[in-house]
């Protein structure tokens, strides 16, 4: 699948993931993997069910720090795994409501990714930062 561009503030990438049951069976969990400059330091995934659609936003270095090595605390783990089929990334996701498991190619993920940096350097987010409108958003937050 290819990776779309169809502006040039933002990145997508379509990909066939799976979800890791409990009792070991996989299901197919197409996801959409975003970035954009409105919001230079996040990636989101949009995991989508026959019922339902599930996005989740996380840091794009974690992402970054995922595809090599272990990482991620709180809400979102992933970890690089060599299977027998291939390499695939392992995306633990927990909330109150309970826990999924997802798992994707690691090759797919990786070309995303690296279109985010062709797209925006590391370093250079807080460039695309529009600090009224975060300070705004605060603060209505606050009032809220």
Do not use: K
């Not at 502006?7 to 969990?29: C, I, K, Y």
């Not at 090595?69 to 992933?78: P, S």
């Not at 970890?79 to 995306?91: E, H, I």
């Amino acid at each position: 699948m290819a990776i779309t561009a169809p502006n040039a503030d933002r990145v997508s990438r379509d990909l066939e993931m799976r979800m890791l049951l409990d009792n070991g069976v996989t299901v197919p969990m197409p996801c959409t993997l975003h970035f954009t400059l409105a919001d230079p330091y996040a990636v989101s995934a949009t995991f989508r069910s026959a019922r339902t659609s599930v996005t989740w936003v996380f840091a794009r270095e974690l992402l970054s720090s995922g595809l090599v090595r272990e990482a991620g605390e709180g809400d979102i783990h992933i970890t690089p795994l060599q299977r027998t089929s291939g390499n695939v990334l392992r995306v633990e996701l927990r909330s109150p409501d309970g826990r999924a498991v997802m798992e994707g190619p690691r090759a797919e993920i990786d070309d995303f990714l690296r279109s985010t940096y062709d797209l925006l350097p590391g370093g250079l987010e807080w460039t695309y930062l529009n600090m009224d409108a975060a300070l705004e958003q605060l603060l209505n937050d606050e009032m809220a």
